[in-house]
């Protein structure tokens, strides 16, 4: 069993910042990419940034210099900090890990967490 979690979301306003964290745990091990994609109502589920194990990382074209992807390999945690936040990045965001629990490398996928945010 994998368990992926996501927290830090909230309603936040304009130009303010929120940092969401997400936790694997479990019987996973070699996890290899992070990252943390959105979906909007409407919209199709878009990679906003993601991680590698090495700490190679790329963002959407819409968030690059405003949001900031982390992560600590022991504790298998990533996070992303997002500064200046716009009403456009209001999303439902998701927190993805790619990992082995013993074969194939996977993708698993927490609940997601919403984030709003006002004008």
């Known amino acids: 069993q994998v368990q992926v979690v996501e ?4 309603l936040v306003q304009a130009g303010g910042s929120l940092r969401l964290s997400c936790a694997a745990s ?3 091990f070699n996890i290899d990419a992070m990252g943390w994609y959105r979906q909007a109502p409407g919209k199709q589920r878009e990679l906003v940034a993601r991680i590698t194990r090495s700490g190679s990382t790329n963002y959407v074209d819409s968030v690059e210099g405003r949001f900031t ?4 390999n022991a504790k298998n945690t990533v996070y992303l900090q997002m500064n200046s936040l716009k ?3 209001t999303a439902v965001y998701y927190c993805n890990v790619v990992g ?4 194939a490398m996977k ?8 984030v709003t945010v006002s004008s």
Do not use: A, F, L, V
């Open 26 to 28: 479990g019987s996973i």
């Open 107 to 114: 993708n698993y996928w927490g609940q997601g967490t919403q």
């Open 7 to 10: 927290s830090g979301g909230g």
């Open 100 to 103: 082995s629990t013993g074969r």
């Open 87 to 89: 009403p456009e990045d």
């Open 69 to 72: 992807i982390s992560r600590d």
